[in-house]
């Protein structure tokens, strides 16, 4: 365990939806718990080489606990599964201490306002802010969709908030109205979302069509880019091996291969646990972590999604 990680316990484990777990972790002697901000995430380390990133949906001011929703993914790679299956009240568990990519502000000028789209376990990071920005009296709303009515977590307590919230289940709506949704937006407005990569890429379009400014659109992403592109060899200068890397596969991937042991978390390009020092060749920064700065430099990158521009990367492993 790292100085910065954490010996927590399961204070209560709960179903909040089909699927849906919610976990509420506290300290062993129940002592307050670092500060947070919302768009918060933190790994659980459930297992020897499995850990995972989880965004915290509880309250920030509740510094004796913290709380996680998981998903269960059946094509998952056994993080959800060991959650659901194995994880009980009273297990102890360890885990980082909270770092925040997707950082939220709400407008403090009006007629500012702001846009929360979810869909699925995306609602998680955005149940703290809506409610930072409803106690800062921020025009906000909120469309949500999932699969079913019974698999949107926490559907039943933001029902609460009104028509401020439009809950939209595909089996009963069809897809998401984006277009509907975003075409009141304007240079003061501000868009939040997070869900699934296709989700996210039409969010995208359709916010560009609206002439929103690129600064004022913020996601998180769950899954990293598809890891497309030609094979090239990585030398990994530490161990003294070279690993070739297909399209297809990550840098991760190949290099787990050999038995070289890399820390990871979410491999999908947003915590930043696998960067890795580049000692020579240019990265494909694929992440949604790195500065344009970091990734100009081109001395570290986040081998979980990235590749290489040309034949040859030499990582420091």
Partial sequence: ???ASLDLVVARKRTVADGVCELSLR??????????????????HLAPGLARSYSLCGDPAVRAEWRVAVLR???????????????????????????????????????????FLAGGIGITPLLPMIARAQAAGTDWRLL??????????????????????????EDEYGLLDLAGFLEATDAATHVYACGPEALLAAIEVQCRAAGLPEDALHVERFRPAPAEGSSFEVELADSGL????????????????????????????????????????????????????????????????????????????
């Avoid at 300290?27 to 659980?44: I, Y």
């Avoid at 993080?79 to 403090?108: C, Q, W």
């Avoid at 009104?162 to 809950?167: F, I, Q, Y």
């Avoid at 970091?294 to 081998?303: F, N, P, V």
Wanted: charged letters at 20%; glycine letters at 10%; a neutral charge.
């Fill in 1 to 3: 365990m790292t100085d």
């Fill in 27 to 44: 300290r062993p002697d129940g002592g307050a718990l670092p500060a947070w901000s919302p768009g918060a995430h933190l790994d659980l």
């Fill in 242 to 317: 070279t690993v070739r890397v297909p399209p297809g596969r990550s840098i991760l991937e190949a290099v787990e291969d050999t038995g070289v042991q890399v820390l990871s978390s979410c491999r999908a390009g947003t915590c930043g646990t696998c960067e890795t020092e580049v000692l020579s060749g240019t990265p494909d920064h694929r992440d949604h972590l790195l500065t344009e700065a970091e990734r100009s430099a081109g001395d570290t990158m986040l081998i979980c999604v990235s590749r290489c521009h040309g034949p040859r990367l030499r990582l420091a492993l």
């Fill in 73 to 115: 993914e059946a094509a998952g790679t056994g993080g959800s599964s060991y959650v659901h299956d194995r994880l009980t009240t009273g297990d102890k568990i360890t885990a980082s201490a909270p770092r925040n990519h997707f950082p939220f502000e709400p407008p403090s000028t009006p007629p500012a306002r702001c846009l």
């Fill in 144 to 169: 949500y969709g999932g699969r079913t009515r019974a698999s949107m977590a926490y559907a039943d307590r933001l029902a609460a908030h009104g028509e401020r919230v439009t809950l939209r289940p």
